[in-house]
């Protein structure tokens, strides 16, 4: 279709694009499709929105406006409950994934070993292979190693909302150690050589110059592996405990037993929790 | 690491083993599950249609998405940013919560069939059809083609089309012979971002598809799930972690270190 609209478009771009390279691509043909692209991602967002404030309980019927669903939502303990146990895993998997996470990246950076291709290939493997596998991998571990541990030592360990923030932390790992990977390519190392020359010990170095140069990429990794938390459905299903369900996994069973608006309220507030997120990130980067 | 490494061989033993009348685990070692796999034409149809949905939606992607990089480079400095941030934000928004809102388009009582039903026409069924699955993959993968395929265009010398244009080349020419190949690794990054999660997908073909256009996420959930057959889960998420490999270390040939 690119190369379709390209050519059509072509007889008709003013003659004038050979003198300027950037022009000559059939701008028409490119705004339309841009256009359609931009509505195509926004339209249903907007229509989820619109109808959040509807007074039907039909999904797509406009039954006046109205603020009832919002009151629902925040009175609703299930989905409150399931919202907290959300922000609670993204916090904990966030923290605990940035702090090795980076300490993997700057590891495979800094040290060249024995079997770090094999290692490279390994950290990738949960940004690459699909959720899904991820999930049922988890839980065939998690079942196993509670079998084998409740055997041996008479516990009584089983899924939790622990073993959801423990599958976080796995998924997101891989995802920090790759966003600071990418922000540390471009590391200056002879920097710490000079701190050092200068008298500074290993911890001061680090603390004093390499923390600082990194940090917006360890920052960008730990707003990624939030999000991704928040964001995830399929490990936390499989992975969870009795009366330990996460916002989307709340948010799925009630898709699936019938569309009312509360979900629309709740995409909402979860819509502009995602903004807010974004423009966080991306100002982050501005100032860098 | 151990919470990978550990995982992994588990699901290895469990794919060579078989399962017990109770819906347990035996650990006696057998090749039964693939066989089961490769030769149940229920399987293999799901197996294809996976890869067959991952393709068309790629492709699909590829198209709209190429020609939406092209766009966003062309535009001055101030509004590449704000249209990139555009779609960075449906990137970051929940996937669940982005796919629902298209249930609540094309569904019964949703709002295509209540603006088509307004003007006297007869409800069309849309949720449960292949279409409305791919409708949904494609809508939900758009942002991760289009940002790397920014990254290249826009690394990209456009000083050389003009230097083609001297020597002769047609506006074609110019696009196919020398924009496309120097852009193409932004594609095949995008295209492995796309193709991965598209071909494992459980949320949309759930939703969506209603049950009735099952991928391989949805046969692994079932396996898990109600059909209690984890050994046979475990054989197609080990294949499909296999030809996944294949499309990674594909990935890292075609993309310097760099662009990843």
Redesign the interface.
């Given at each position: 279709m690119a190369e379709e609209t390209l050519t059509r478009a072509a007889p008709t771009a003013p003659a004038a694009a050979r003198d300027t390279p950037r022009r000559g691509f059939g701008e028409g043909a490119l705004l339309v499709n841009a256009i359609f692209c931009y509505l195509f991602l926004y339209v249903p967002i907007l229509i989820l929105i619109v109808f959040s404030f509807s007074n039907s309980s039909l999904a797509g019927v406009w039954g006046g406006f109205t603020f009832d669903w919002y009151v629902k939502l925040f009175q609703n303990t299930r989905l409150m409950t399931a919202m907290g146990n959300s922000l609670y895993v993204a916090t904990a998997s966030m923290i605990v994934a940035t702090v090795i996470g980076t300490l993997v990246a700057l590891g495979m950076e800094r040290f060249r070993f024995r079997g770090r291709q094999a290692f490279d290939v390994q950290l990738y493997m949960p940004v690459v292979i699909p959720d899904i596998v991820m999930a049922v991998m988890l839980l065939l571990f998690f079942s196993n190693a509670f079998q084998l541990l409740n055997a041996l030592l008479g516990s009584s360990f089983r899924l939790s909302l622990t073993t959801v923030i423990m599958a976080h932390i796995t998924f997101n790992i891989a995802f920090v150690a790759v966003v600071v990977r990418s922000s540390l390519k471009g590391f200056d190392w002879r920097l710490e050589e000079a701190a050092q020359d200068l008298g500074a010990n290993e911890f001061n170095t680090f603390r004093h110059v390499t923390f600082p140069l990194i940090l917006p990429g360890i920052i960008g990794g730990a707003l990624m592996a939030f999000t991704l938390s928040l964001d995830d459905y399929v490990i936390s299903y499989f992975t969870n405990g009795p009366g330990a369900s996460t916002l989307p996994i709340e948010v799925f069973s009630r898709i699936v037993a019938a569309s009312a608006p509360t979900i629309n309220a709740v995409s909402t507030v979860i819509f502009l929790a995602s903004l807010l997120l974004v423009s966080v990130s991306q100002l982050l980067q501005r100032r860098r | 690491?151990i919470?990978?490494?550990?995982?992994?061989l588990?699901?290895i033993v469990?794919a060579f083993s078989s399962r017990s009348p109770t819906g347990g685990v035996e650990f006696t070692f057998t090749l039964n599950n693939f066989i089961t796999l490769f030769s149940d034409p229920v399987y293999l149809s799901i197996f294809w249609r996976s890869i067959w949905m991952g393709v068309v939606t790629t492709v699909l992607c590829?198209?709209?998405?190429?020609?939406?990089a092209?766009?966003?480079v062309?535009q001055p400095v101030r509004w590449r940013s704000i249209?990139i941030?555009?779609?960075?934000?449906?990137?970051?928004?929940?996937?669940?919560?982005?796919i629902?809102?298209?249930?609540?388009?094309l569904?019964n009582?949703?709002?295509?069939?209540?603006t088509i039903g307004f003007f006297g026409f007869e409800p069309v069924t849309m949720l449960g059809t292949q279409g409305a699955v791919l409708l949904g993959l494609v809508?939900g993968e758009?942002?991760f083609m289009v940002l790397p395929i920014y990254a290249s265009i826009d690394r990209f010398d456009?000083?050389l089309?003009?230097a083609a244009?001297d020597l002769g080349a047609s506006?074609?020419q110019r696009?196919?012979r020398v924009m496309l190949p120097l852009t193409a690794p932004g594609i095949a990054a995008g295209s492995?971002l796309v193709f991965?999660?598209t071909?494992?997908?459980?949320?949309v073909p759930?939703?969506l598809g209603g049950g009735k256009v099952a991928l391989?996420?949805n046969f692994?959930?079932q396996q898990?799930g109600s059909a209690q057959n984890?050994p046979l889960?475990?054989a197609a998420?080990l294949l499909?972690?296999l030809v996944?490999?294949a499309?990674?270390v594909f990935?890292f040939r075609v993309t310097d270190?760099?662009e990843?």
């Open positions: - | 690491m919470f990978f490494l550990l995982p992994f588990i699901i469990y590829a198209l709209i998405g190429y020609p939406l092209l766009f966003i062309l249209l941030f555009l779609i960075l934000i449906p990137f970051w928004t929940n996937f669940l919560v982005r629902y809102a298209w249930m609540t388009i569904g009582n949703g709002i295509v069939n209540s809508y758009l942002p456009f000083r089309l003009e244009n506006r074609w696009f196919v492995v991965i999660p071909a494992g997908n459980y949320i759930a939703l391989i996420g692994l959930e898990f984890q889960g475990s998420a499909v972690m996944l490999t499309g990674v990935y270190e760099g990843r």
